[in-house]
């Protein structure tokens, strides 16, 4: 079992930035992946980064070339950089961890690929 929990969320102005933080519970979390997701109302939940065990990083289209993933194995913590938030990135944010993929095949982006999720942050972008 993997125990997770996000934070970091806020309330930020368009064109702002944030970092989310999920701390893990176990170090056995550093053989997972790891994702990012988010939930907007009236949506479905979608994949915004993700990360394996190697390093490897996918993101969606979306978030891409504005948001950084990143991980600190010693500190057991998954992060979201993000940056030139616009209204549309208002959403609940979930952190996740799962199997890692095999070799050769990027983190998945779905939430089917994953196991364990934490509660969520909040993310409320204005215009």
């Known amino acids: 079992q993997v125990q997770l929990v996000e934070s970091g969320g806020g309330s930020v102005q368009a064109g702002g930035s944030l970092r989310l933080s999920c701390a893990a519970s176990?170090?056995?979390?550093?053989?997972?992946?790891m994702g990012w997701f988010r939930q907007a109302p009236g949506k479905e939940r979608e994949g915004v980064a993700a990360?394996?065990?190697?390093?490897?990083?996918n993101y969606a289209k979306s978030v891409k070339s504005r948001f950084t993933i990143s991980k600190d194995n010693a500190k057991i913590t998954l992060y979201l950089h993000m940056n030139s938030l616009s209204p549309e990135d208002t959403a609940m944010y979930y952190c996740a961890a799962g199997s890692d993929p095999p070799r050769g095949y990027a983190p998945a982006l779905d939430t089917y690929a994953y196991d364990y999720w934490g509660r969520g942050t909040q993310v409320t972008v204005s215009s």
């Open positions: 990360i394996d065990s190697g390093g490897g990083t």
């Open positions: 176990t170090y056995t979390y550093n053989r997972y992946k």
